[in-house]
């Protein structure tokens, strides 16, 4: 009698962040659609903000669960229920390192209720972010494949790694505001002033977050493979480059928030939106295609209200219709000092702000929208590439200015506000406008578009990113011990 061989395991291990949470989820689903069973690990917090999600995969048949773990926040000094990295994120501190090393601390304490689990589950793969290293160590004790994923693109994966080989910025003229990443393709050039964190360790503001970072890179030498939220039609020229040139083994299964098909599984994507779904779509139906440019700096932005201010007096000047994300909310006994005064009134109708959590791809995905202010983070970036609209690009740090050159440089769907640290409102408002309207608008509108098509064709059976998955789940079967 031939013996029944049990489905494919895979087990997911995200960062407690929106931004890598979401597109975890995403991917457990990806796999889940093509008869994985998958499982996902995380806190109580974070499970419940993405409970429907899952429960809708499972409906439609899917095998996929969660299973959760308690995070010891206050074993570690932290505030019960301190359960995102988001939270050290602050407008007037910006991040705040003392939470951010008792957060890693509790997440270093993890390993061992997680390794249970494997003992308990037994699955065939462990997919687990890179900022978790202990991730590889306990794969392997179980003897399974760990897979990496970073969260970012090829491109600043690729870029990241000449910056650490080649340190440039250790040997330019002093005066060069500017120089080139040595042996990237495309000649790329970086601002000094924009140079990323991480690639200095004498940059990096606290002991324990630098090793980390070092621990982190030493347990992905050990690790199987990368996974990669991307599609090879968007950077082929650095997929290649990180497969053949740095050796790496590497999959990309992207775009992977074109796994939401339904508008609420858009609405309900990471978190409970501040707006209501037919609310939204409502404002949106009553404006011509292209004509709102959509503003949102991620789930960690720290501008602060001055800078806010600014963009406010940018937009308005510009004359555009929008709609504006922030993480502020609305307090009526307070003043609004973000805002200036009268700014909801006069553009009544024109824009829109949400305060809070927006349906970002719901709005992306609108014809209306034609246009995408961003602090470039990769899955926004992504998200913008995948509705086909130019993008005014504003990164605020890491692996943001790299995907800024890739839009700017590379793809040339993207106006940057500049590199400086403060950005003027007529900085904003050329920016904004030249993405909007005019000739370059237009080109790099239909360049945007034709990404977006290759986007959906990458995903779709036969598709680039479609068959990559296919051989990625094909090897983790042919590695089972079974
Ligand atoms: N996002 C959203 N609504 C918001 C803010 C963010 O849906 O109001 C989602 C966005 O679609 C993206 C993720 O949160 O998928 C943010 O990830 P990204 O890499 O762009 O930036 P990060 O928040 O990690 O800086």
């Not at 890693?104 to 249970?116: I, T």
């Not at 003027?424 to 509108?445: D, N, Y």
Request: hydrophobic share 40%; aromatic share 10%.
């Amino acid at each position: 009698m031939e013996r029944q061989i049990p489905q494919l395991h895979v087990f997911f291990l995200p960062l407690l962040a929106h931004g890598h949470l979401i597109p975890t989820v995403d991917m457990a689903k990806m796999f889940a659609d093509r008869g994985v069973k998958t499982t996902i690990i995380t806190t109580p917090l974070n499970a419940s903000a993405f409970s429907n999600t899952i429960r809708r995969s499972k409906e439609s048949g899917n095998d996929i669960g969660v299973r959760i773990l308690k995070f010891p926040a206050v074993e570690v000094g932290l505030p019960e229920g301190f359960e995102s990295s988001d939270m050290m994120f602050t407008s007037q501190e910006g991040i705040k390192w003392e939470l951010l090393n008792k957060f890693n601390q509790a997440m270093f304490m993890l390993q061992q209720p997680f390794e249970q689990l494997l003992q308990e589950c037994k699955p065939d793969c462990l997919v687990a972010d890179w900022f978790i290293p202990w991730a590889t160590d306990a794969a392997n004790k179980y003897g399974i494949p760990r897979l990496v994923f970073h969260g970012t693109s090829f491109f600043a994966l690729c870029a990241s790694a000449c910056m650490r080989l080649y340190e440039p910025h250790e040997k330019v003229q002093s005066g060069s505001e500017s120089f080139v990443v040595p042996n990237l393709p495309g000649d790329i050039e970086l601002p000094i002033s924009q140079l990323p964190k991480y690639s200095s360790a004498q940059d990096v503001e606290t002991d324990f977050f630098t090793k980390l970072l070092k621990a982190a890179g030493e347990a992905e030498l050990k690790s199987y493979g990368v996974i990669v939220n991307s599609f090879y039609e968007l950077e082929a020229s650095y997929v290649d480059y990180y497969r053949n040139v740095m050796g790496k083994k590497a999959w990309h299964i992207g775009p992977v928030s074109l796994c939401n098909r339904e508008n609420i599984d858009k609405t309900e994507r990471g978190n409970k939106s501040a707006i209501d779904e037919h609310e939204c779509l409502k404002w949106l139906d009553s404006k011509q295609p292209d004509s709102v440019l959509y503003i949102c700096f991620g789930s960690l932005n720290t501008f602060s209200s001055a800078q806010l201010k600014e963009i406010a007096m940018g937009l308005e000047a510009s004359e555009l219709q929008f709609i504006w994300v922030v993480r502020k909310q609305k307090n009526d006994n307070e003043d609004e000092e973000w805002l200036p005064e009268g700014f909801e009134k006069r553009t009544e109708g024109k824009g829109l702000i949400i305060r809070g959590w927006a349906p970002q791809v719901l709005i992306l995905d609108h014809e209306a929208i034609g246009g995408f202010m961003t602090h470039c983070g990769w899955n926004s970036t992504l998200e913008g590439v995948c509705a086909g609209v130019p993008m005014v690009t504003w990164p605020e740090r890491g692996d943001q200015f790299y995907n800024e050159k890739l839009m700017t440089q590379v793809l040339k769907i993207g106006v940057s506000v500049g590199t400086q640290k403060w950005v003027e409102r007529e900085a904003i408002g050329k920016a904004v406008k030249e993405t909007m309207k005019g000739e370059r608008a237009e080109e790099m509108r239909n360049r945007a578009r034709k990404l977006a098509e290759a986007a959906k064709m990458a995903v779709e059976k036969g598709g680039s990113s479609y068959s990559d998955l296919d051989s990625l789940i094909q090897e983790l079967n042919s590695e089972r011990k079974l």
